[in-house]
């Protein structure tokens, strides 16, 4: 029983080590929007203190504010300020969850979307407080054990407390002293003061036409900028008061904060929903934000950049050094953006922009505006890099000569990366010190992501490995390979001999030619029974005739509409005349031929296809007749028919001559004399023995009438 527990746990906790290394980095992460005094926020990677303005807050964060300072976060559509003296807690920060707990001190909250409610909870050494209703609520929690109070400035909340259960309206407070449980009128101090002047900034917000309010940071934008729309990009805004030179993320700091990395700081007070969501664009040379077309829940990211640079990359900077650069620059609309933290693909399909559903990426950015290239050791020394004390280098928005490469791991920071399969990988080798395993960092295509991780054949912005069913018919698109274009999958032809291209019900390979007549059975289908193969009726210009029996292509357009059809397909006929004819006999009697060799296969078949296509010329025309005269054209489709019945027992005639031809040697007459106008012609020479006709293989265009000579040829012989 012990060895059967034992292996249960240790099960579990692969699944549990499973479960953290597929889960995604949280999506929603706050900011500091305000602080005033010493301000402090302890993170896993130690304490930072100073300026905090725009500085990121997330799960794990611990917040203290020291005697006379007062500081404030927000996320999303919820602010939460604390006054001197008081510690918090951030327990659980995530797109639908946000728990906090309030050590010491007091704290006011102002929720303004439901949405927000059911996840929400502040939690105090004495008990527990969440909103039934959007408002403002504030929680004093003193030093004393068992000692808090909550005042609801405006809405509803609900208070655990002692082991009871109470119900604030607006302008209630409830105290808490141990087991003493008071419900009085609530009171109002120079806090709630301010607290009350932080929301009225926020009363005639317009942003929120734009962007959702879960956005964090969207609250700033309508006091240092403006809002324009556009054809392309939809809701664009524009700061105010930005020297003429400047360019996003270049006024600032660069921050290492775990898991995401990398982190941009921006110094300007609106500087933190334009840096982390959406995208920057150059619109009549001036600097847009475009958010784009926000579904769902929007996306956090540490920074909507592209990197460039690498160890091998020398530059000069302003202080007049040369050595290795790393630089950035703000992604456009156009360009996708590929983290270098582990998420999933839904992640990273939500990180992208789209505003008209119908965007494509570009695998290389087309121009890179914006660029900032520093030191590349900068990185490498430190967590923060403060680009506005550093030197700096200037290049031109050149994509062919700026190499592509991913943010460097500072110093004295490991990393542990994972795959999906939770198990952990093997320590990264770097052979040339750049920051980049060797075995991840082949970019042939130069945009910043290792090719094992990309692969894109067919070049549409997207990785095969993303393309799982584009024309979602249920089947993989790499299932559904069709190598010889008969529209079966390779992989799914079980029965190579049922293959049936025609769908007629009856395999191609049982498809033969019993009638021998040169076409096979699944060429002479015949959907409206007329007794003509339909492959040889398609009439285009319907005039009655097939389109392949026209041969009058040399004939005006004038005489081919009026139905004039003159058969070319007889080169050797000679053209009607009302003169008479004079035979010249010959001079000298003719040389015995040698015998002419027999007909093959091949000219008896193509014989016999050219008299079927003669009939079928004559049923057509038949037809034609029929349609435009009516009754009255029964007497001439009656001697068309006789002539079509002459003209088969003269081809019949003719087959048997060919036949018996081939069965005996056959003596060549002489060519006939020319025909004469009154004057007599001239002797005709010694007719030369002709040599024996060869067969030659069917050829389309004018060959048929090539064909056709020849079959006269031997007629006549």
Known sequence: MTRKLAHFLLLAALVAVSSLALADPPTLVGRISAAEGRVTVQTDEGEETGSLLNWPVKQGDHITTAGGSRTEFRVGPVAVRLDGDSALDIEELDEDVMHLRLNYGSASIRVRDPQALAGFELATPQGRVTLTEPGTVRVDADREPDTMSVSVQLGAARVEAAGAMLNLGTGRRVDVRGDDVRTVLARQDGFDAWAAARDRRDEAAIATRYVPSYVTGYEELDHYGSWTVSDDYGPLWAPRSVPLDWAPYRDGRWVWVAPWGWTWVDNAPWGYAPFHYGRWVVVNRRWCWAPGRIVGRPVWAPALVGWVGGSGWSVSFTDRHRGPGMGWYPLTPRDRYVPHYQVSPDHERRLGWQFRGTERWRAVPARREGITIVPRDQFEQRRTVRVTNVPRATVAPNPGNLPVATPVVPAGVRTFERSRDGLA????????????????????????????????????????????????????????????RDGFVDRQQIDRQQIDRNRDGTPDRLQ????????????????????????????????????????????????????????????????????????????????????????SRSFIANERLERQRDMIEERAEQRREHERHGIAAQAAQAAQAAQAAQAAQAAQARAAQAAQQAQRPSIQAPPPAPVVQPRPAPPAPVAQPAPAPQAQPAQAGHERGRRSDRGENMRER
């Open 512 to 599: 033969t030619d019993p009638q021998r007549f040169g076409i096979a059975d699944r060429m002479e289908t015949d959907r409206n029974h007329d007794g003509v193969a339909d492959r040889l009726q398609i009439d285009r210009n319907r005039d009655g005739v097939p389109d392949r029996m026209r041969l009058d292509t040399n004939r005006p357009p004038a005489e081919r509409s009026q139905g004039v059809i003159v058969t070319e397909r007889f080169h050797s006929e000679r053209p009607r005349t009302q003169a008479p004819i004079t035979t010249v006999a010959p001079s000298t009697p003719a040389p015995r031929p040698e015998p002419a060799q027999a007909p």
């Open 425 to 484: 990988e093997r320590t990264p080798v770097d052979r040339n010190r750049d920051g980049i395993p060797d075995r991840q960092q082949i970019d042939r295509n130069r945009d910043g992501t290792p090719d094992r991780l990309q692969t894109d054949r067919n070049r549409d912005g997207i990785p095969d490995r993303m393309q799982i069913d584009r024309n979602r018919d249920g089947t993989p698109d790499r299932l559904q390979t069709d190598r010889n």
